[in-house]
């Protein structure tokens, strides 16, 4: 699954449920007019003031991704009122990156699927794919309500979701009026970019680049350096070992500003029921004390699949080799009637045998995983909204 991906034709004339995504270049036009404006800044007078302005709306609206989008909505790690939930939506939005239902039932998907088929944006897919592809392609331009339920319940959410262009328009409106060219440009269009790139590098580099504390069924890796670039959510195997905690960072020295923001907004009242992950939790399925990591056994054998497949796609498009008969067209009954090495049978073997072990480390992951007992919470709770 690839954003290059050519679409299968349908003879009815309509595009099928299950075809291949492709890149929608059209509705593209202004994802690429964004990178190219900051560009525009070269012949108008930037000011210091310019450059803090796209300090602040990135770190902001990054604040409002991370706590709102995702430690929210999507995995609803604490709670907070009606008011408070519209006003972080609300914030998202001005972060160019659709509406919030959108956000949070793709992440959704992306946990219940991840680094399987059905995730919407696995690296196994592609670095493109993974980083910026899916979001450019046919196939997940819709907000799929069925997945957001619990916040699709609110009219205002709903409103907001329909409206989502309110949000940055009035904010790129209000950097050019109070800031002038060099507002739009710098202020506003860099840190949109800025803030695009870092927040994807979370979907494709933290499952590229880092390192495993967990042994978690996927990819998933702790960077500091996305940490910093992302407001604390480089600890993406923390994450993923315990998706329902409201920290990110279990290590005192694992940077996470998102969770210190929230925890001064509890102070205040605006924000409360937090979900810490249990202390008895951060000591299990640890990789280094032996703990079976199926995430990466899985990496390692599909690319190892990956790699035979193609080796028989290469050797089945070779003419075939003359059989084994003797020079007066009889046959030789001393031949070998075992496949030679590289044919066809014995690598179709080998990739039986790495299907057949891919089971059986799925069979094994599943009765050593941590039970639904003693988890935060794999899934969010997607029964009843909080706010009040």
């Known amino acids: 699954m690839t954003a290059a991906t050519t679409e299968t034709p349908d003879t009815e004339g309509q595009r099928s449920d299950d075809e291949a995504p492709r890149t929608d270049w059209v509705a593209a036009i202004p994802f690429f007019l964004v990178h ?119 009219p205002e959410l709903r409103w907001l979701e329909k409206y989502n262009w309110i949000g940055p328009w009035s904010l790129g409106i209000a950097s050019y009026l109070v800031f002038g060219w060099g507002g739009l440009l710098i202020g506003f269009f860099l840190s949109t970019v800025l803030l695009w790139h870092g927040t994807f590098l979370v979907n494709s580099m933290a499952h590229i680049v880092g390192r495993r504390r967990y042994a978690t069924p996927d990819t998933s890796r702790n960077s500091f350096a996305i940490a910093v670039i992302t407001g604390g959510e ?65 990496s390692y054998w599909e690319r190892a699949a990956k790699v035979t497949g193609e080796r028989i796609a290469d050797l089945s498009a070779r003419p075939v080799p003359p059989s084994p008969e003797g020079t007066d067209g009889s046959v ?30 799925d069979q094994l992951a599943a009765v050593t995983r941590r039970r639904k007992g003693t988890k935060v919470a794999s899934e969010p709770d997607a029964t009843e909204p909080n706010p009040e």
């Not at 196939?139 to 319940?153: R, W």
């Not at 998102?258 to 640890?286: C, F, H, S």
């Open 234 to 298: 480089g600890w993406h195997n923390n994450h993923h070992y315990l998706p329902s905690s409201v920290r990110q960072g279990f290590r005192w020295w694992e940077y996470d500003p998102t969770w210190y923001l929230l925890k001064g907004l509890a102070a205040l009242r605006i924000v409360r029921d937090m979900k810490n992950p249990p202390a008895r939790l951060l000591e299990q399925a640890r990789v280094r004390d032996g703990a079976f990591d199926i995430g990466m056994f899985r």
């Open 36 to 154: 190219l404006a900051p560009l525009a800044a070269f012949f108008v007078d930037v000011t210091w003031q310019d450059w803090v302005l796209c300090a602040v709306l990135y770190v902001s609206r990054m604040f409002c991704i991370t706590a709102g989008y995702h430690r929210y909505f999507s995995h609803r790690t604490y709670k907070m009122g009606r008011p408070a939930q519209f006003l972080m939506a609300f914030g998202g939005t001005t972060a160019v990156q659709k509406g919030p239902l959108w956000w949070a039932s793709h992440h959704r998907t992306h946990h219940r699927r991840t680094d399987l088929d059905g995730d919407v944006h696995s690296p196994r897919d592609g670095f493109w794919w993974s980083h910026v592809g899916w979001i450019l392609s046919t196939k997940y331009k819709d907000t799929d309500l069925d997945g957001i339920k619990d916040f699709a319940a609110f």
């Open 332 to 361: 030789d009954t001393q031949a070998p009637v075992s496949p030679p090495p590289g044919s066809d049978e014995e690598l179709s073997a080998l990739a039986g045998l790495i299907t057949r072990a891919l089971e059986s480390a």
